[in-house]
């Protein structure tokens, strides 16, 4: 079994920056593909970015591409969320999940670890 646990969410301006953490126990996180998706209120939840065990591949929504940054230092056992220029259209429940089950990468259907959410808020 692995925990994930989320913390870096709050407030901050259209155009600032925020950085999400997401702490995972287990002696096998090394071996997972990690990713972050975000949920905002009355929307499905949807993907944003991942690492890959390795820690050089990584994928990216179209919307976060470019502005976001998924990283990984699996000694620390931690992925990172680098969120720049973050937009009115950001704000969500963001959400780390580990252990990709096969099947499509950017479902959160197959993902088998999720932590409990962090919230990001975006004013203008």
């Known amino acids: 079994q692995v925990q994930l646990v989320e913390s870096g969410g709050g407030l901050v301006q259209a155009g600032g920056s925020l950085r999400l953490s997401c702490a995972a126990s287990?002696?096998?996180?090394?071996?997972?593909?990690m990713a972050w998706f975000r949920q905002a209120s009355g929307k499905e939840r949807e993907f944003v970015g991942n690492?890959?065990?390795?820690?050089?591949?990584?994928d990216y929504a179209d919307s976060v591409k470019g502005r976001f940054t998924v990283s990984r230092d699996n000694a620390k056992n931690t992925v990172y969320l680098q969120m720049n220029s973050l937009k009115p259209e950001d704000p969500a429940v963001y959400y780390c999940?580990?252990?990709?089950?096969?099947?499509?990468?950017?479902?959160?259907?197959?993902?088998?670890?999720w932590g409990q959410g962090t919230q990001v808020t975006v004013s203008s």
């Open positions: 287990g002696r096998t996180f090394r071996d997972y593909t």
């Open positions: 999940a580990g252990e990709w089950l096969g099947g499509v990468l950017y479902s959160p259907r197959n993902f088998n670890f």
């Open positions: 690492t890959r065990s390795n820690g050089v591949d990584t």
